[in-house]
């Protein structure tokens, strides 16, 4: 079945990292992706992994990726009161290799106190 | 990376009404993906437009009740017909361009009285 799981919260303070897990079930997804969805607003593309890769780093993103265990994680360096938003974990469904729509997890809410 | 345009942004409808969402591409691009976000929750794809031929829906969606039109390589609308308090959501379209990841438009926030 095609399930992706995220924890629903994560609550940090600000200037430390927050590290969002998620996990997947489809082995065959060529690339997963890590959106931001700030309230109101609709969906920012953060980054995003080739299933061949097993880290991706930009700025103060890091995406890590376990595809043995099917475990994905982001991590933000430093974050800042402006990183508060939902995360959405995403897996792309793929039809005899090329890449079709998005699974989405339910989102992780990361509040970040000052 | 693909810049989308997503018409209303915004609505209140009556129930029994119908609203139609557009969405403009810059770029020409194979699928568009038409996604259902309820309050609280994540992302649930309607359907899959490609210009051409008929969208093919989700399990739990119908094309009487979506309607979707795809008559070029740059465009295409959402209907969400005879409408229910329940249909309120956000939706969205998406695409994939050649290179980087999937692109959305900026939803449409629905509200049906």
């Known amino acids: 079945g095609e399930d992706v799981e995220q924890s629903l919260f994560l609550s940090v303070r600000e200037g430390d990292s927050s590290v969002i897990n998620c996990t997947y079930t489809?082995?065959?997804?060529?690339?997963l992706y890590w959106y931001k969805q700030e309230p109101g607003a609709g969906l920012q593309l953060l980054t995003y992994?080739?299933?061949?890769?097993d880290m991706k780093q930009d700025q103060r993103l890091t995406v890590l990726l376990n595809k043995k265990d099917k475990h994905l994680s982001l991590r933000i360096a430093d974050t800042q009161t402006g990183d508060s938003a939902i995360y959405f974990c995403?897996?792309?469904?793929?039809?005899?290799?090329?890449?079709?729509?998005?699974?989405f997890g339910k989102g992780t809410k990361l509040s970040v106190k000052p | 990376s693909a810049v989308i345009s997503q018409k209303p942004s915004r609505d209140i409808c009556q129930r029994g009404t119908s609203l139609t969402i557009q969405c403009q591409v810059d770029?020409?691009?194979?699928?568009m993906f038409w996604y259902r976000q309820q309050p609280g929750q994540s992302l649930t794809l309607i359907a899959t437009?490609?210009?051409?031929?008929?969208?093919?829906?989700e399990s739990g969606f119908v094309i009487d009740k979506f309607p979707i039109s795809r008559p070029n390589l740059t465009f295409s609308t959402l209907t969400v017909s005879n409408m229910s308090p329940e249909d309120s959501s956000i939706y969205l379209c998406?695409?994939?361009?050649?290179?980087?990841?999937?692109?959305f438009g900026s939803g449409t926030r629905l509200t049906v009285v």
């Open positions: 998406s695409v994939l361009p050649g290179i980087g990841g999937y692109t």
């Open positions: 992994i080739f299933s061949n890769m």
């Open positions: 770029s020409q691009v194979t699928m």
């Open positions: 437009a490609n210009q051409g031929s008929e969208a093919t829906y």
């Open positions: 489809d082995s065959s997804s060529t690339y």
């Open positions: 995403a897996e792309s469904k793929d039809y005899g290799g090329s890449q079709g729509n998005l699974i």
